[in-house]
């Protein structure tokens, strides 16, 4: 049982690069969403998805696209990368109807040049 | 709108107890969660408490709710070394579903040999 794995674990990008951030759960997890951790910032939310072929915008979608064609991934898409972008980005995925919390991936350490 | 406050250091001796405080804004807040972020890896759920709980206690970790004052506590008995990480608060917003959490910026607490 794997949980939530993320790839790649780093990545540097030059601006205004395109690339994606790979997401995915084997727990058949309804929810799935995006955050980025920055110092002093705390988590923030980019993404969310109840289902398959449903997303949604968190607090700060700017620069970002995700589709959702499976449970089981969540892939997150920088259209053209800035160098406010540079960030760790953590997926994280819960079923829906219980609370017990969300099970994250390790996160990916995106650095743009 | 919802929020949940922390206050950003903690300095402790180690052996000596913790005690890591966070505040929210919800008063409809069904679930309270701790994380522990590690250097370099993503979040983990420590525990969480219903809001219908006055008190959890699991191991060297106790959760104390004050309701009243929408204010949680983590206390962690003994602390050691490998305590040392960051410490996230989370709510449920009840204006959402139950499966979205609002997180607080953190805690970084330093066990001190």
């Known amino acids: 049982n794997a949980g939530v794995t993320q790839t790649p674990k780093f990545q540097v990008l030059k601006t205004g690069q395109s690339m994606t951030l790979q997401c995915a759960q084997d727990?058949?997890?309804?929810?799935m969403s995006w955050y980025r951790q920055d110092p002093g910032m705390g988590l923030r939310l980019i993404h969310y998805?109840?289902?398959?072929?449903?997303?949604d915008q968190g607090e700060v979608p700017n620069g970002y696209n995700v589709s959702r064609s499976t449970t089981e991934d969540f892939p997150l898409r920088l259209l053209s990368a800035a160098p406010s972008q540079t960030s760790v980005y953590f997926c994280?995925?819960?079923?829906?109807?219980?609370?017990?919390?969300?099970?994250f991936g390790s996160g990916t350490r995106l650095t743009v040049v | 709108g919802e929020d949940v406050e922390q206050s950003l250091f903690l300095s402790v001796r180690e052996g000596d107890s913790s005690v890591i405080n966070c505040t929210y804004t919800?008063?409809?807040?069904?679930?309270l969660y701790w994380y522990k972020q590690e250097p370099g890896a993503g979040l983990q759920l420590l525990t969480y408490?219903?809001?219908?709980?006055d008190m959890k206690q699991d191991q060297r970790l106790t959760v104390l709710l004050n309701k009243k004052d929408k204010h949680l506590s983590l206390r962690i008995a003994d602390t050691q070394t490998g305590d040392s990480a960051i410490y996230f608060c989370?709510?449920?917003?009840?204006?959402?579903?139950?499966?979205?959490?609002?997180f607080g910026k953190g805690t970084l607490l330093t066990v001190n040999p």
């Open positions: 727990m058949n997890h309804e929810y």
């Open positions: 989370a709510e449920t917003y009840s204006g959402g579903s139950n499966y979205k959490l609002t």
């Open positions: 919800d008063s409809s807040s069904t679930y």
């Open positions: 998805s109840v289902g398959a072929g449903i997303t």
């Open positions: 408490i219903f809001s219908n709980m």
């Open positions: 994280a995925s819960s079923p829906l109807g219980v609370s017990y919390g969300y099970t």
